[in-house]
T-cell receptor
């Protein structure tokens, strides 16, 4: 089955630790995105990438980092500089950057204690 | 600034009743409009989209939406809801072809027996 896989589904980390969220897609999509979801705030764009080895900051990139070494993979690192990291993180992909339809993974719920 | 407003944060409704979830966007010459559904702790799934053509768009699960350019609205409707429709619904807009996808804050639909 084609799709986007995010792992793990639930993640717990201690404050001050960096953590990396995985996102893999087998849809052969060029563009990939990371969104953060908080209750009542919709989805906010963290980073996006339109091709391998290239990525751009979204609206709330501070405290996050990404890499795009392979077309299929777009991992997100939540660093200790992120002031409020507890949230639901969603990865998405599309055939082209800002293509009209995005496909989403199942999300990772990160809790920092 | 370009924005999307979902007018109701929560909509409770009884099973088999009709429902309308409201979405307004800031005006632009060219827009592409989407409704996504999110079940608890899941990713987003596309319900329907308007790119051009007929202003009445039919989607999955019996939902439909009407694009109203003069009122800058894209309200989602279903004539008879089921318990299984309980979820959060997001309206999203892309301004101009290839424009960034902007999400509304979400509407939580709660269907009661």
């Amino acid at each position: 089955d084609g799709g986007i896989t995010q792992s793990p589904k639930y993640l717990f980390r201690k404050e001050g630790q960096n953590v990396t969220l995985s996102c893999e897609q087998n849809l052969n999509h060029d563009a990939m995105y990371w969104y953060r979801q908080d209750p009542g705030q919709g989805l906010r764009l963290i980073y996006y990438s339109q091709i391998v080895n290239d990525f751009q900051k979204g609206d709330i990139a501070e405290g996050y980092s990404v890499s795009r070494e392979k077309k299929e993979s777009f991992p997100l690192t939540v660093t200790s500089a992120q002031k409020n990291p507890t949230a639901f993180y969603l990865c998405a992909s599309s055939t082209g950057v800002w293509n009209t339809e995005a496909f989403f993974g199942q999300g990772t719920r990160l809790t920092v204690v | 600034a370009q924005s999307v407003t979902q007018l109701d944060s929560q909509v409770p409704v009884f099973e088999e009743a009709p429902v309308e979830l409201r979405c307004n966007y800031s005006s632009s010459v060219s827009v592409y409009l989407f409704w996504y559904v999110q079940y608890p702790n899941q990713g987003l799934q596309l319900l329907l989209k308007y790119l051009s053509g007929s202003t009445l768009v039919k989607g999955i699960n019996g939902f439909e939406a009407e694009f109203n350019k003069s009122q800058t609205s894209f309200h989602l409707r279903k004539p008879s809801v089921h318990i299984s429709d309980t979820a959060e619904y997001f309206c999203a807009v892309s301004y101009n072809q290839g424009g960034k996808l902007i999400f509304g804050q979400g509407t939580e639909l709660s269907v009661k027996p």
